[in-house]
């Protein structure tokens, strides 16, 4: 099965990816994971996207298309995959179906996590995440039991760079500006399923089962 996972920032992209790929062994693929291991390990793509992703702004399209081609290298990914983040742009859709089709594979479906901009705010601003063990808190919804602490480990939490709001509502317009396009080119291949987002964490995961187990 290869699925794709779209949604604004702070939808809940990574937290529902974590949850499938448990379930159901894919894959997890997110090139913002990829693209802030690049920055953090210092190498060429790396410093060439740190400036774009602290802006919130997207990295060019090449950039995407180096990464994605070099990940399909990889041959771990003939167990099936789990897109995220990826694509956000139209020319990367349009790029994807023909990467896709020279490795003979497809998209099964692609699911929509929906969710009105002004309940990202509180998740992305409040967010705060554990480096050791990737628990995600809030400080207004999850907070830790001592601040700044990760419950599970004791590792020191820190913020995404982009997570405060001028890059959240940079990320957010280039979410509608260049992703909206992304859902209605799947759309039109009749593969998108949509999910309501702002419900609790577990009852959006069990609507992406429902949707999942109809598909298997
Ligand atoms: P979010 O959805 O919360 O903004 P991501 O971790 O998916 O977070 O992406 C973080 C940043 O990485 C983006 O703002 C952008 O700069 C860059 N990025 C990630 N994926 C892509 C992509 N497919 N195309 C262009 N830029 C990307
Ligand atoms: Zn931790």
């Known amino acids: 099965m290869n699925l794709l996972i779209i949604g604004a920032p702070g939808a809940g992209k ?5 949850r499938i790929m448990d379930d159901y062994h894919l894959i997890h693929v997110s090139t913002g994971d990829m693209l802030r291991a690049a ?4 190498t060429a793509v790396g410093l060439k ?20 081609v070099e990940r399909f290298s990889q041959d771990d ?14 020319a990367q859709a349009v790029d994807l179906d023909e990467i896709l089709k020279q490795l003979g ?13 002004q309940e990202l705010i509180e998740r992305i601003t409040g967010r705060r995440l554990c480096p050791a063990c990737g ?25 995404r760079k982009d997570d405060n709001l001028e890059s959240l ?12 396009p992304v859902i209605e080119y799947y759309q039109e291949l009749g593969i998108v399923k949509d999910v309501d987002a702002s419900k609790d964490k577990e009852d959006v995961y069990s609507d992406i089962r429902d949707i999942l187990e109809g598909l298997c």
């Open 14 to 18: 990574g937290t529902m990816s974590e």
């Open 49 to 68: 996207a740190q400036e774009y992703m602290n802006r919130g702004e997207l990295v060019p399209d090449e950039i995407i298309h180096d990464i994605i």
């Open 135 to 159: 628990e995600i808190y809030n400080i207004y919804t999850k907070p830790s039991k001592v601040e700044g602490v990760c419950d599970r480990c004791g590792e020191s939490l820190i913020q």
């Open 77 to 90: 990914m003939e167990a099936g995959f789990l897109f995220d983040g990826y694509p956000r742009t139209y």
């Open 39 to 42: 920055v953090k390990n210092e």
């Open 169 to 180: 509502q940079v990320r957010l317009s280039e979410y509608h500006k260049n992703t909206q």
């Open 105 to 117: 594979k497809k998209l099964d479906c692609v699911i929509n996590l929906n969710i009105e901009d």
